[in-house]
């Protein structure tokens, strides 16, 4: 199952365009990037998930290499609620079954 | 439509108690899986049913169990409490599964083993 690595934290400030990158090395065939996030004592809330190239949804943008090792989430022009903890996954499927694999996970404090 | 729901939401336990938990999911959904979040190990999967059925498991020790009913509502137990299992344990529904569907998180429920 392959293991993700991102930073433990970052800042920002409102407005500005936050970028979190994760990298996945041991990325299989069948697996795709998923990105959640989780606000204090509540569960997470899935932003985006990808295969390859890039997607973008009303909250957000994900960007894969060809490569597949690693990816960047892309926040536009965040606020003061984006203050959370986002997680990258590599979600392995296999047959039926699945599992979801989450690694630390990247603390982001947006100031004023 | 409503989201997945959980209860309780606190609970106070001692050691070698056991504790069930219960996890009603999103109407329609057929998927539940249960997670354990603590601050030193992060979220780690436990299991997830589908259908009435465990089909997948995490590594935890045989103490944590689950089911799941007809309605796709779960229950999670844990039995012999130690006090490493003081976490939050959150529960998700989704409609096909963990893996192949997004998964919706509930509220969680806050175990404290005293």
């Known amino acids: 199952l392959a293991k993700t690595t991102q930073p433990i934290s970052m800042d920002s400030y409102e407005g500005q365009e936050v970028n979190i990158t994760c990298s996945h090395n041991?990325?299989?065939?069948?697996?795709?990037i998923t990105w959640y996030q989780q606000f204090p004592s509540q569960g997470p809330r899935f932003i985006i998930q990808?295969?390859?190239t890039k997607v973008t949804n009303e909250v957000a943008s994900l960007f894969i290499p060809a490569d597949r090792k690693s990816s960047t989430l892309s926040l536009p022009r965040v606020s003061l609620s984006d203050t959370a903890v986002y997680y990258c996954?590599?979600?392995?499927?296999?047959?039926?079954?699945?599992?979801?694999?989450f690694g630390k996970g990247t603390k982001l404090s947006v100031k004023p | 439509k409503a989201g997945v729901t959980q209860t309780p939401r606190y609970l106070i336990k001692t050691r070698g108690q056991q504790v069930t938990l219960s996890c009603s999911p999103i109407?329609?959904?057929?998927?539940v899986s249960w997670y354990q979040q603590t601050p030193g190990q992060g979220l780690q999967f436990l299991f997830e049913?589908?259908?009435?059925?465990?089909?997948n498991k995490g590594n935890f020790p045989g103490r944590f169990s689950g089911r799941q009913f007809s309605n796709s509502r779960s229950e999670m137990n844990v039995s012999t409490l130690e006090l490493g299992d003081s976490a939050l344990y959150l529960c998700?529904?989704?409609?096909?599964?963990?893996?192949?569907?997004?998964?919706?998180f509930g509220p969680g429920t806050r175990l404290t083993v005293l």
């Open positions: 996954l590599v979600v392995s499927v296999g047959g039926s079954q699945g599992n979801l694999i």
């Open positions: 041991n990325i299989a065939t069948n697996d795709y």
């Open positions: 049913y589908f259908s009435e059925t465990q089909r």
């Open positions: 998700a529904s989704s409609l096909v599964g963990v893996g192949s569907d997004t998964q919706y």
């Open positions: 990808g295969y390859k």
């Open positions: 109407s329609g959904h057929r998927s």
